[in-house]
């Protein structure tokens, strides 16, 4: 079993920059693979980055990329996401994911974080 607690969500202005962690319980960190997708109001939750178990790959959104980038430190059971050149729509709650696949789909993922607000305005 694996518990996700994501922080660093809040507000920014369109063009600034934020970077969200995702803290994991359990041994078993390292051999999964992680992923960020969000949910704006109204809309169905989707992918924005994935990372795989030893960093080497990943895999980014059309929309976010070249302005996010995932990382991970596996000694500290963290999660990164640097968020930079933020735009109003951004603006979600931004989840954190983990599971045994690399992927880029919803329901490759087996454990979920309870998300963190992200607010950009123009």
């Known amino acids: 079993q694996v518990q996700l607690v994501e922080s660093g969500g809040g507000l920014v202005q369109a063009g600034g920059s934020l970077r969200l962690s995702c803290a994991a319980s359990?041994?078993?960190?390292?051999?999964?693979?992680m992923g960020w997708f969000r949910q704006a109001p109204g809309k169905e939750r989707e992918f924005v980055a994935a990372i795989n178990w030893s960093g080497d790959y990943t895999t980014y959104a059309d929309s976010v990329k070249g302005r996010f980038t995932i990382s991970r430190d596996n000694a500290k059971n963290t999660v990164y996401l640097q968020m930079n050149s933020l735009k109003p729509e951004d603006t979600a709650v931004y989840y954190c994911s983990g599971g045994g696949s690399f992927s880029r789909r919803v329901d490759r993922y087996d454990y979920w974080g309870q998300g963190t607000q992200v607010t950009v305005s123009s």
């Open positions: 359990g041994r078993t960190f390292s051999s999964y693979a």
